[in-house]
């Protein structure tokens, strides 16, 4: 295969994230040492509250504009974003998402194959639209018995057609992975299953729901089964029978829900991967949030960023190297020996992040 250089965007943003991104780095430059038709280069930009403090902008211009004309894709650590409204301030994630059209949250949840309850499902969330448009406002009643605040929701068939077809066409990369690997799985053929609340919400997820159907309607998703769930309900079977699902696809709001309560049932949100995914962009992003409370004390567990690395790599044509990451994590966490305060150990970051590199 011909050689490729990548240059990789580095975002830590806040708390923890400034101790898991470097990680994610070293993962890709001992990849590179092991591959050699793979090379990495590395921008470190700047995005956050903490950048906001500091200049009264979370992600400045030139930070996006990098991304667009020099990068291939990013790693984005995490944001601190304070609970209530701080003026000028909004979460720069959810700005990159928007200003680079990254329009599908992915997250995979999986346990490792010694887990008593295996679980392989991924969770595709749309990542634009939704309650977080941001469009709110508050006002005082008309009867004069206090405010009421409103929030738009807003869903598009646009948005809601190509994240189904995202969904789509990874539960059948996912099928074609099983079958060519042979590796024993729990899913015989691809399936999604669509989530949302059209029972009550008959226009905004009703037109999510026909949408999400029309995409997956297409002939080169015939072999598939598609189900539908209404997101309540979706709740209690995902954790009553996680091993059911294969790709789940979701409004942005109950797929942000969903993908952070599935998280508990693979034991920490500091394993769960995710990869913000738009036609011509990708930012990997681990799925916990600045962790302020361990913030510097070196026990942030950094798996689910070299994961996100993995993904990162996945999206980006590079199966062997992401395929090379996730068995490495693996590796580590099947014997279990090296394991964070977050999954009952005691090893701090350095000490797990040197276990995978030492697979790797």
């Known amino acids: 295969m011909a050689s490729r250089s990548l240059r990789i965007g580095l975002l830590p943003g806040d708390g923890i994230g400034r101790e898991v991104i470097p990680a994610g780095r070293l993962i890709l430059e001992t990849l590179s040492s092991t591959l050699p038709r793979l090379s990495f280069t590395f921008t470190t930009l700047p995005a956050g509250y903490s950048t906001f403090l500091e200049t009264g902008t979370a992600l400045p211009p030139t930070t996006v504009s990098t991304l667009r004309e020099e990068c291939?894709?990013?790693?984005?650590?995490?944001?601190?974003?304070?609970?209530?409204?701080?003026?000028?301030?909004?979460?720069?994630?959810?700005?990159?998402?928007?200003?680079?059209?990254?329009?599908?949250?992915?997250?995979?949840?999986?346990?490792?194959?010694?887990?008593?309850?295996?679980?392989?499902?991924?969770?595709?969330?749309?990542?634009?639209?939704?309650?977080?448009?941001k469009e709110e406002r508050t006002y005082d009643a008309p009867n004069g018995e206090g405010k009421i605040a409103e929030a738009i929701k807003r869903i598009s068939e646009k948005a809601s057609h190509r994240i189904a077809t995202m969904a789509g066409d990874i539960a059948l990369r996912r099928q074609a992975i099983r079958s060519g690997t042979g590796v024993k799985s729990l899913h015989k053929s691809p399936k999604v299953t669509i989530t949302h609340k059209s029972n009550v919400l008959s226009q905004t997820d009703g037109l999510f729901r026909e949408s999400a159907r029309s995409a997956l309607s297409s002939s080169r998703f015939s072999a598939m089964e598609i189900e539908e769930q209404i997101v309540d309900s979706m709740v209690y079977k995902l954790f009553r029978q996680p091993s059911a699902y294969d790709v789940?696809?979701?409004?942005?709001?109950?797929?942000?829900?969903?993908?952070?309560?599935?998280?508990?049932?693979?034991?920490?949100?500091?394993?769960?991967?995710?990869?913000?995914?738009?036609?011509?962009?990708?930012?990997?992003?681990?799925?916990?949030?600045?962790?302020?409370?361990?913030?510097?004390?070196?026990?942030?567990?950094?798996?689910?960023t070299i994961r996100s690395v993995g993904l990162m790599l996945e999206f980006l044509g590079e199966e062997e190297a992401a395929g090379r990451v996730e068995r490495a994590v693996e590796g580590s966490l099947v014997e279990g020996k090296v394991l964070s305060p977050d999954l009952g150990g005691k090893a701090g970051t350095k000490e797990v992040l040197e276990d995978v590199l030492r697979r790797l």
């Open 72 to 133: 291939s894709a990013a790693l984005f650590g995490a944001v601190s974003s304070p609970t209530k409204a701080v003026k000028g301030y909004s979460s720069p994630i959810v700005a990159l998402r928007k200003q680079l059209d990254l329009y599908a949250n992915v997250r995979p949840v999986k346990t490792v194959s010694s887990a008593p309850q295996p679980i392989d499902l991924v969770i595709v969330r749309e990542n634009t639209e939704d309650l977080y448009v």
């Open 248 to 304: 789940i696809v979701a409004p942005n709001l109950y797929g942000d829900i969903l993908s952070d309560g599935a998280a508990a049932l693979v034991g920490s949100l500091g394993v769960v991967p995710s990869a913000n995914v738009g036609d011509g962009f990708v930012i990997g992003e681990p799925c916990h949030g600045s962790a302020p409370d361990i913030e510097g004390m070196g026990i942030a567990n950094p798996i689910a």
